[in-house]
């Protein structure tokens, strides 16, 4: 083996090799920030003169619900998104509880058509449809899409599809209308217009029940044209799968729907056809993924741990971010990875632009919907053959198995923990579970023994204030040289309601034993988050 520089002439070829590998890339966050607590559900379209547009739903005030006040606003690229321009408000609420989830389509005509929702109140949210012949300049007046048809219907975020004979189709579900008692769990169907938006007409309506006539809760459905000249549809329920039904007539009727392989939570799934004809499908999978990991608290988002003690029937995990090609109109799915493998990650309502060379991205990646990402994908990275690895599991968490309770000492998978000073209980709530910290007078302070001595950058904890209105300071040390080194804390400035990550002042400083301490009466909780749980094996993993 030849030598060059005293560097191995192979390993210079490898390393040649991997950096000229395409691999996806992070390219934009779109943050919440002040009066702007949410940016969410959007969609992309190519101009004319090579620019990217996007429009998605950007929230004003205080709250992000998905009935506060929102806008549709609209961003521009000129370098295939890398970077974008401030804001432009296309379409305001005025008087609407708010305007939100944006689908942009370019029109074979030429045309750019924008569809949203109009959430007018409780019951009433129905889709506007929008042109504009200026590349997005200018709008012309809304267009009522199921006229004076008033009830809560509901369209996804880049949903909007035109058929290859003109045909433009919205796939819609209704969940509620004024003296409908048949909705049940929602009623699937289709908007039509073959006169390029004029006038629209619906379809059949598809209640919730499956091929085998049993109540399935159906919900934010999608579709898109197969090679053959069908229409699939594929549907959110609370089974664990996405459902699949086709059409043969453009919409207008659908066969029953039935289970497909595709397992997920309750969330929403994308497909779109790629430039080689192709199908790319972009959703939370959960084949394989152990039950026991499935109910887990989830730490990030205390609705989903709510509704873990109430359903149990679906998990509610939008995590990992999977993406995966059909090359037979559906029927199989190949090439599948995860894009993003964050275990406590929240990836959804995904909006998907096809170039040659690349997909581009655009889905929130927060429990509260606040944030969105953009991520550029090489399509040669979509079709990598390398097989994703299987999940793997780590240990348990620490305090899966423990009964609540207060304690004076406590054995546990991490380590035992003791009490020093005040009291200290096991408590499960929706955020999690872990040691509640209290302190009749005075503070409270347990001290963790581990089995052996390990980095502190090793261990991860998560710390709740319990209440706002007593003082509050949370200190960390570590035992280190036959005394106590601080190396951690929060403040008086701490939030209630959410977790706090503890940051370490020396990841490398090695212990066999943590002290933490809380001046607050009714104290803190510390979340047991030190255990991974399991790989998720994504691309992306923080």
Not at 342 to 362: E, F, Q, R
Request: hydrophobic share 35%; glycine share 8%; with cysteine.
């Amino acid at each position: 083996m030849k030598l060059y520089n005293g560097i191995c002439i192979s390993v210079l070829a490898l390393a040649t090799a991997l950096a000229a590998q395409e691999l996806p890339r992070r390219i934009y966050e779109l943050n919440a920030g002040p009066d702007n607590p949410r940016n969410s559900e959007g969609s992309f379209v190519a101009l004319k003169d090579g620019r990217l547009m996007f429009a998605y739903s950007h929230f004003t005030g205080k709250s992000g619900a998905d009935d506060a006040q929102a806008n549709i606003a609209a961003r521009f690229s000129s370098d295939e998104g890398e970077t974008w321009s401030a804001p432009r408000m296309i379409v305001e609420r005025k008087e609407n509880l708010n305007v939100m989830s944006a689908s942009l389509l370019r029109l074979q005509d030429g045309r750019i058509a924008l569809f949203y929702l109009r959430k007018k109140a409780e019951n009433d949210c129905r889709p506007i449809m929008l042109i504009s012949t200026d590349e997005g300049e200018t709008w012309n007046d809304p267009v009522e899409i199921l006229g004076d048809r008033i009830g809560y219907y509901v369209m996804n975020n880049d949903r909007a599809i035109q058929l290859k004979n003109g045909r433009i189709l919205l796939p819609i579900v209704v969940h509620s209308r004024p003296g409908d008692s048949t909705i049940g769990k929602g009623k699937i169907f289709s908007a039509m217009s073959d006169d390029g938006g004029k006038t629209w007409h619906t379809g059949q309506e598809r209640n919730g029940y499956d091929v085998n006539n049993t109540p399935v809760t159906m919900q934010e459905p999608g579709a898109v044209e197969l090679s053959d000249g069908r229409v699939l549809m594929y549907i959110r329920t609370d089974v664990g799968c996405q459902y699949i039904t086709h059409s043969a007539d453009g919409g207008e009727t659908w066969d029953p729907p039935h289970a497909s392989e595709l397992r997920g939570p309750l969330a929403p799934a994308s497909m779109k056809r790629l430039k080689n004809g192709d199908l790319l499908l972009v959703w939370n999978d959960h084949k394989g993924l152990p039950q026991a990991w499935k109910e887990r608290p989830n730490p990030k988002n205390w609705a989903a741990g709510a509704l873990r003690k109430i359903h149990k029937s679906f998990e509610v995990d939008r995590t990992p971010l999977t993406t995966a090609i059909s090359q037979d109109n559906g029927k199989t799915w190949k090439f599948v990875k995860n894009l993003e493998g964050n275990p406590n990650g929240w990836y959804c309502y995904i909006a998907i632009h096809v170039t040659d060379k690349y997909v581009l991205l655009s889905y929130v990646r927060d429990c509260n919907l606040y944030n969105d990402r953009m991520t550029k994908v090489p399509i040669s990275w979509l079709y990598d053959p390398t097989p994703r690895p299987d999940y793997v599991m780590g240990e348990p968490p620490s305090f899966r198995d423990i009964p609540e309770g207060e304690f004076s000492a406590l054995p546990t998978s991490l380590g035992t923990w003791g009490v020093t000073t005040g009291r200290a209980a096991v408590l499960a709530y929706a955020r999690g579970k872990g040691v509640h910290m209290m302190n009749d007078d005075g503070e409270s302070c347990v001290e963790l023994t581990l089995p052996a001595t390990r980095p502190v950058g090793d261990l991860h904890f998560q710390v709740e204030r319990f209440t706002g209105n007593e003082p509050f300071i949370f200190t960390v040390e570590a035992w280190k040289d036959n005394s106590w080194v601080l190396i951690s804390g929060l403040d008086n400035s701490t939030k209630t309601g959410s977790l706090h990550s503890l940051q370490f002042a020396d990841n490398a400083l090695a212990t066999d034993k943590l002290r933490f301490r809380c001046s607050a009466h009714k104290g803190a909780i510390i979340c047991d988050v030190n255990s991974k749980e399991i790989d998720l094996k994504g691309f992306f993993n923080d």
